[in-house]
T-cell receptor, first 112, second 113 residues
């Protein structure tokens, strides 16, 4: 079983729609959680961190459910510029080191 | 400007040759990571390092080697033992093992012919 699993999509939605992505993780030692955005042939860039209390940044809302080991990202009023691949990221903390593990990504395409 | 620099951006090598990819950061970060990305796939962890002179294997370390002689530098060698080395290689760093927001270099596209 993969440590971080995402629906690969693609999601193809009209501009202005609301879209939600889900992600599950398997390692209970996971400590920190993030959503990254990756544009075609570019490096990933941090979109937002994810906290148990939930957090919002403009049109983006992230939620974490530690009991279910589940992370979500909601994008409201989607724009053409939101088209990208969204990566769920988990930090697994060990005694001497931490591993940052990426999901395989969910592709989002916004159409006019 | 602080950041992570990977070089070169594009690299071509003949099959059977070892090749070393450079990764340098001036963010004073303790932790550094190497990932591989194949077309349409996610990032897979190759090696990671929390401190100088120490590193751990990731999920796909076979055919790769690293060193961490300086805090700023974490070069990756793709050896001839790596059966399918053509890929997009990404280096990242984070402040330490607990502050794990990762910052990426622009990546190196390696093509082995």
């Amino acid at each position: 079983r993969k440590e971080v699993e995402q629906d690969p999509g693609p999601f193809n939605v009209p501009e202005g729609a609301t879209v939600a992505f889900n992600c599950t993780y398997s390692n209970s030692a996971s400590q920190s959680f993030f959503w990254y955005r990756q544009d075609c042939r570019k490096e990933p860039k941090l979109l937002m961190s994810v906290y148990s209390s939930g957090n919002e940044d403009g049109r983006f809302t992230a939620q974490l459910n530690r009991a279910s080991q589940y992370i979500s990202l909601l994008i409201r009023d989607s724009k053409l510029s939101d088209s990208a691949t969204y990566l769920c990221v988990v930090n697994i903390l060990y005694s001497s080191a931490s591993k940052i593990i990426f999901g395989s990504g969910t592709r989002l395409s916004i159409r006019p | 400007d602080g950041g992570i620099t990977q070089s070169p951006k594009y690299l071509f090598r003949k099959e059977g040759q070892n090749v070393t990819l450079s990764c340098e950061q001036n963010l004073n970060h303790d932790a550094m990571y190497w990932y591989r990305q194949d077309p349409g796939q996610g990032l897979r962890l190759i090696y990671y390092s929390q401190i100088v002179n120490d590193f751990q294997k990731g999920d796909i370390a076979e055919g790769y080697s690293v060193s961490r002689e300086k805090k700023e530098s974490f070069p990756l060698t793709v050896t001839s033992a790596q059966k399918n080395p053509t890929a997009f290689y990404l280096c990242a760093s984070s402040k330490d093992r607990e502050v794990t927001e990762a910052f990426f270099g622009q990546g190196t596209r390696l093509t082995v012919v």
